[in-house]
């Protein structure tokens, strides 16, 4: 069983930069692939980002690229979304998940664990 926690979000201001963290706790957290996705009102979740357990990114969505950063520390047992560049369009619950079987995959459906969320909220 893998537990997953976001912290991190709140308000900010268009151009501005927020920070998410993902803790996640469970077996051999260190060995698996974590993922990035947000879902706005209305709208289906998306990929936003995700990382192997190697902490090689697997991939951005096209909308972040160039504006987000994710990495992690496996010491720590966290992964990190470093969101620079905030646009109102930004504005969504941002959800962390867990492949544990490590399939490389922006696929929502291809990861096991998800976190609760946590909101971001980009005024313009």
């Known amino acids: 069983q893998v537990q997953v926690v976001e912290s991190g979000g709140g308000l900010v201001q268009a151009g501005g930069s927020l920070r998410l963290s993902c803790t996640a706790s469970?077996?051999?957290?260190?060995?698996?692939?974590m993922g990035w996705f947000r879902q706005a009102p209305g709208k289906e979740r998306e990929f936003v980002a995700a990382?192997?357990?190697?902490?090689?990114?697997?991939g951005y969505a096209d909308s972040v690229k160039g504006r987000f950063t994710i990495s992690r520390d496996n010491a720590k047992n966290t992964v990190y979304l470093q969101m620079n560049s905030l646009k109102s369009e930004d504005t969504a619950v941002y959800y962390c998940a867990a492949d544990t079987t490590n399939r490389g995959s922006t696929r929502r459906g291809d990861y096991d664990y998800w976190g609760q969320g946590t909101q971001v909220t980009v005024s313009s």
């Open positions: 469970g077996h051999s957290y260190g060995t698996f692939n």
């Open positions: 990382i192997t357990w190697g902490k090689r990114p697997i």
